[in-house]
């Protein structure tokens, strides 16, 4: 299981619905609409020129720093993957134009594998400066602070990490750090979505 697939389900048990709402499936009655790219196009990365270089860049990076198994990628995919085949952000690119064209289906390997390293992330899209610090230091422990000051209104997911932060006895001020950091990376689906509401108000850092 790669490390997206763990985010997924450490958000999805708190809100997001699991897998399937994690990859953005949905049960289309419209069967007119058959390439992937019509079903995900908002979610896409540009596949022209430079246009977001750096996030083709950083996908490629998240494909070959993964432990997904390289035998369960398709072949080009797993060739990209692969360090010493010189392969660069453009072959990704020009992977994910060839495969948006392809026939969609909720079921097949190759559109989750669109989904994981040809689309935005939520890091993305949420407009302000992400909370960097490796361990638990002053802009993560204002983040706490701000966290456990809240009263009401909060997700089933940010409840249970204030819960954990608050704790009595143990408590973990590294969760929200750790639930941050696991939304960062989950394709990016709407900006209605639960998880990147919560991302937006309580991982940047504060000012944005």
């Known amino acids: ?23 953005g499936i949905k049960t289309f ?3 007119q609409i058959s390439k992937i790219r019509d079903r995900i196009n908002n979610r896409l990365l540009s596949t022209r020129g430079d246009a977001n270089k750096s996030q083709w860049e950083d996908r490629l990076a998240s494909l070959r ?26 072959d990704l690119r020009n992977w994910c134009a060839k495969r948006v064209g392809e026939k969609y289906s909720d079921k097949d390997s190759e559109y989750m594998e669109v989904i994981s390293y040809c689309t935005f992330r939520n890091k993305d899209k949420l407009g302000g400066t992400l909370i960097k610090e490796d361990s638990v230091s002053t802009k993560w422990q204002k983040a706490n602070e701000t966290l456990k000051g809240k009263n009401d209104g909060l997700s089933e997911a940010l409840a249970k990490v204030k819960e954990k932060l608050s ?20 394709p990016w689906t709407n900006n209605d979505n639960p998880d990147f509401k919560d991302a937006k108000q309580y991982c940047l850092e504060s000012g944005n």
């Open 1 to 23: 299981m790669n490390s997206l697939s763990k985010a997924a389900m450490m958000l999805g048990a708190a809100g997001t619905g699991g897998m399937g709402a994690y990859y």
């Open 167 to 186: 704790a009595a006895s143990g408590a973990d001020n590294t969760a929200l750090k750790t639930w941050c950091e696991a939304a960062y990376e989950i």
């Open 65 to 90: 720093k993964e432990a997904v198994k390289a035998e369960t990628l398709t072949t080009e995919l797993r060739e990209i993957k692969t360090a010493s085949s010189g392969k660069t952000w453009e």
């Open 29 to 31: 009655k419209d069967s």
